[in-house]
C-alpha cells in the first residue's frame, strides 16, 4: 500500500475496498515494519496525549509564555454547559477543545503537533467532540486518526505544513482539512466523500496568513484553531451530503501551496504584517516599542 497522491490514495481505496484510515494504517505497516497492534498502540498515545490537553485546559486557566491568551477554552464551555451556545453543543464543545488545546500548547504543555504545534487543537476538538455527542469508541478514533493522517501526509509531502512557508493555511488550514477526513471517516462517508472533505475545508481556509503577535504562538493562532474546527465540520457535512470539493485534493494542495508561495514575508509567520502589526496588538506584547 503506497500513495503520494491523492488520486493513488483513492485508487487504492477502492481497489481493496478500504477506507483511508486502512489504507493509512497498511502503509504505517509496511513502512516501519511495525504490526497493526504496535502502530495502534503508538496512535493510542497520541489520542492519550490529546485528551489529556483537552482535559488540562477545561479544567483551569493556563499560564502561557506570552500572556495573550488563558481561560478562553473555559469561559466558552461554561456557555455550552448553560445551554447559551448559539453555535449549538457539538460544535460549541468543538471550538471549546480546539482553543483549549492551542491554550496547553501556549504554556509550554504537552500537545500532538496536528500537523503543528500551532495547529493542535483542531483535530482534537473535533474527534473528541464527535466522540462525546455519538458514542465514538476508541477503535473509531484511531481509525479517523489514520485517516487524518493521510490527509496531513499528501499535503506534508506536495506541499508544505509550515507557517513560516505558506500561511496559517499551511497550518490551520491542513488540521482542518485533516479532522473533515476524519469526520467523514466516522460517519462511514466513502474515502471520495473524505477526501472531498478535505478539499473543501483546505479551500474555505485558503489564503489565510500567518501573523502571530508578537511571535508568538497564541493569537490570533487559539481562535483560528477554533474556526479550522469549525470549517472542518462544514466540509465534512457537506462531502457527506454528497457535495464535492470545488477541486479534486490534489489541485487543491497544489494551488494552496502556490498561494502559499506568493505571500510575502510579512505575513508567513514574520510577526511583521496583518494583525500582528495592528498598533493595539503590538502594545499587548510589547515587542514593538509602542
Same mark, same amino acid.
Given at each position: 500500500?503506497?500513495?503520494t497522491?491523492a488520486?493513488?490514495?483513492?485508487?487504492?481505496?477502492?481497489?481493496?475496498?478500504?477506507?483511508?484510515?486502512?489504507?493509512?494504517?497498511?502503509?504505517?505497516?509496511?513502512?516501519?515494519?511495525?504490526?497493526r497492534e504496535?502502530?495502534?498502540?503508538?496512535? %493510542?498515545?497520541?489520542? !492519550?496525549?490529546?485528551?489529556?490537553? /483537552?482535559?488540562? $485546559?477545561? +479544567?483551569?486557566? *493556563?499560564?502561557?509564555? #506570552?500572556?495573550?491568551?488563558?481561560?478562553?477554552?473555559?469561559?466558552?464551555?461554561?456557555?455550552r454547559?448553560?445551554?447559551?451556545?448559539?453555535?449549538?453543543?457539538?460544535?460549541?464543545?468543538?471550538?471549546?477543545?480546539?482553543?483549549?488545546?492551542?491554550e496547553?500548547?501556549?504554556?509550554?504543555?504537552?500537545?500532538?503537533?496536528?500537523?503543528?504545534a500551532?495547529?493542535?487543537?483542531?483535530?482534537?476538538?473535533v474527534?473528541?467532540?464527535?466522540?462525546?455527542?455519538?458514542?465514538?469508541?476508541?477503535?473509531?478514533?484511531?481509525?479517523?486518526?489514520?485517516?487524518?493522517?493521510?490527509?496531513?501526509?499528501?499535503?506534508?509531502?506536495?506541499?508544505?505544513?509550515?507557517?513560516?512557508?505558506? %500561511?496559517?493555511?499551511? !497550518?490551520?488550514?491542513?488540521?482542518s /482539512?485533516?479532522? $473533515?477526513? +476524519?469526520?467523514? *471517516?466516522?460517519?462511514g #462517508?466513502?474515502?471520495?466523500?473524505?477526501?472531498?472533505?478535505?478539499?473543501?475545508a483546505l479551500?474555505?481556509?485558503?489564503?489565510?496568513?500567518?501573523?502571530?503577535?508578537?511571535?508568538?504562538?497564541?493569537?490570533?493562532?487559539?481562535?483560528?484553531?477554533?474556526?479550522?474546527?469549525?470549517?472542518?465540520?462544514v466540509?465534512?457535512?457537506?462531502?457527506l451530503?454528497g457535495?464535492?470539493?470545488?477541486?479534486?485534493?490534489?489541485?487543491?494542495?497544489?494551488?494552496?501551496?502556490?498561494?502559499?508561495?506568493?505571500?510575502?514575508?510579512?505575513?508567513?509567520?514574520?510577526?511583521m504584517?496583518?494583525?500582528?502589526?495592528?498598533?493595539?496588538a503590538?502594545q499587548?506584547?510589547?515587542?514593538?516599542?509602542?
Amino acid at each position: 500500500m503506497e500513495f503520494t497522491t491523492a488520486a493513488e490514495l483513492l485508487s487504492a481505496c477502492e481497489k481493496e475496498g478500504v477506507g483511508l484510515g486502512e489504507a493509512m494504517l497498511r502503509r504505517e505497516i509496511r513502512l516501519t515494519g511495525a504490526s497493526r497492534e504496535e502502530v495502534k498502540k503508538r496512535l %493510542g498515545r497520541s489520542l !492519550e496525549i490529546m485528551e489529556n490537553a /483537552a482535559a488540562t $485546559a477545561l +479544567a483551569a486557566p *493556563q499560564k502561557t509564555m #506570552g500572556g495573550l491568551i488563558g481561560g478562553e477554552a473555559i469561559a466558552l464551555d461554561r456557555r455550552r454547559q448553560e445551554n447559551r451556545s448559539v453555535c449549538g453543543p457539538v460544535l460549541a464543545r468543538s471550538v471549546a477543545i480546539a482553543m483549549g488545546t492551542l491554550e496547553v500548547n501556549a504554556s509550554m504543555g504537552l500537545i500532538v503537533a496536528a500537523p503543528t504545534a500551532g495547529s493542535c487543537g483542531v483535530l482534537p476538538g473535533v474527534l473528541l467532540a464527535q466522540a462525546e455527542a455519538f458514542g465514538f469508541g476508541r477503535e473509531e478514533l484511531l481509525e479517523a486518526l489514520l485517516a487524518a493522517g493521510a490527509v496531513g501526509y499528501l499535503i506534508a509531502r506536495n506541499a508544505t505544513v509550515a507557517g513560516a512557508e505558506g %500561511g496559517c493555511q499551511a !497550518e490551520v488550514g491542513t488540521a482542518s /482539512a485533516m479532522a $473533515a477526513a +476524519a469526520v467523514v *471517516q466516522l460517519h462511514g #462517508g466513502t474515502p471520495q466523500m473524505a477526501l472531498w472533505a478535505a478539499g473543501t475545508a483546505l479551500v474555505n481556509l485558503m489564503g489565510l496568513v500567518c501573523d502571530p503577535i508578537g511571535g508568538l504562538v497564541e493569537s490570533p493562532c487559539q481562535g483560528r484553531n477554533g474556526i479550522g474546527a469549525a470549517g472542518a465540520l462544514v466540509a465534512a457535512e457537506t462531502a457527506l451530503a454528497g457535495i464535492p470539493s470545488p477541486a479534486p485534493l490534489d489541485e487543491v494542495i497544489e494551488a494552496m501551496y502556490a498561494v502559499g508561495r506568493s505571500l510575502p514575508a510579512e505575513l508567513r509567520e514574520t510577526a511583521m504584517g496583518g494583525i500582528a502589526a495592528a498598533p493595539s496588538a503590538c502594545q499587548r506584547c510589547g515587542g514593538c516599542g509602542a
